[in-house]
């Protein structure tokens, strides 16, 4: 009994230290997010008066070679990266959600989900991302189309086992011999499951949308060159490194990893703190 109580006792303790890091890693998250949607296009103009300034206590990233605050063009970019990432990666859970319960239907459908998975799989997604970025002309609809259908496959592969599973439960079965149609199941035995599953899913798809936005805009296939996302900020200040002007590409790729790194602490967290229960 000691020992029994020992061990709630300390997972306890272990799920409370879960919370508390998630709900730093949140605050963070939304001091990172919220922060751009209250910059305005004027506080990221042009200022010629104030061009090339190092970092200081009024311009904390400095700015750049038209005078713009390089502080509010980095939250405002990871502001964009933000809409551009949650777009995508809901697309991508959707998609993932909807061919796992497809897979779950019949032996066919199953092995065509498989192959399609494979075949997605086996392609690079920074090759695939550029290839329908390009066809679809780049912007916002080729880098969340390309991210949308780049990123589903191993969330599939993990929905498709969590269903397989789910359908030889004895539950499941006892359904199924009352009567119940398969769209009763979903509802209430399918989805119930898989809801959090595919939200950790979800998070976790964040950073790797976010890295290759930056990446595909990096090297000219994604958002035009007039939006302050951070792959533009990073392309155009390469040209400005060999002056000195390192705070242009430092402070604003930190800025990315850190960001990149909340979110995957987030999801990895969560994934903890929802195994735990």
Do not use: C
């Amino acid at each position: 009994m000691k020992s029994t109580f020992q061990m709630d006792s300390q997972n306890t303790i272990h799920r409370k230290r879960l919370l508390l890091k998630i709900i730093g890693l949140l605050f963070f998250f939304f001091i990172f997010v919220l922060s751009g949607f209250l910059i305005g296009e004027e506080q990221i103009e042009a200022n010629l008066s104030e061009k090339n300034l190092s970092p200081s206590l009024v311009h904390l990233f400095g700015t750049d070679w038209l005078g713009r605050d390089m502080f509010m063009r980095t939250l405002k970019g990871l502001n964009l990266s933000f809409q551009v990432g949650l777009l995508a990666s809901s697309i991508s859970a959707v998609l993932a959600l909807t061919l796992s319960l497809l897979a779950s239907k019949s032996r066919l459908l199953d092995y065509i989900v498989t192959i399609l998975i494979d075949l997605f799989l086996s392609i690079p997604h920074l090759v695939a991302l550029i290839l329908i970025a390009f066809v679809l002309g780049g912007g916002i609809k080729g880098i969340v189309v390309g991210i949308a259908l780049t990123h589903w496959p191993t969330l599939t592969r993990v929905l498709r086992a969590e269903i397989m599973q789910i359908k030889s439960a004895e539950y499941v079965q006892l359904s199924k011999k009352l009567g119940k149609s398969r769209m009763w199941i979903v509802k209430h035995h399918f989805i119930p499951h898989l809801i959090p599953q595919l939200f950790v899913g979800f998070v976790l798809l964040f950073p790797h949308a976010i890295l290759h936005e930056s990446a595909i805009t990096f090297l000219g296939f994604g958002l035009s060159p007039e939006q302050p996302a951070i792959g533009i900020i990073l392309s155009e200040s390469m040209k400005y490194l060999s002056t000195g002007m390192w705070w242009l590409v430092l402070f604003p790729g930190i800025s990315l990893i850190a960001m990149v790194a909340i979110f995957d602490a987030l999801g990895n967290n969560l994934r903890k703190f929802i195994n735990r229960e």
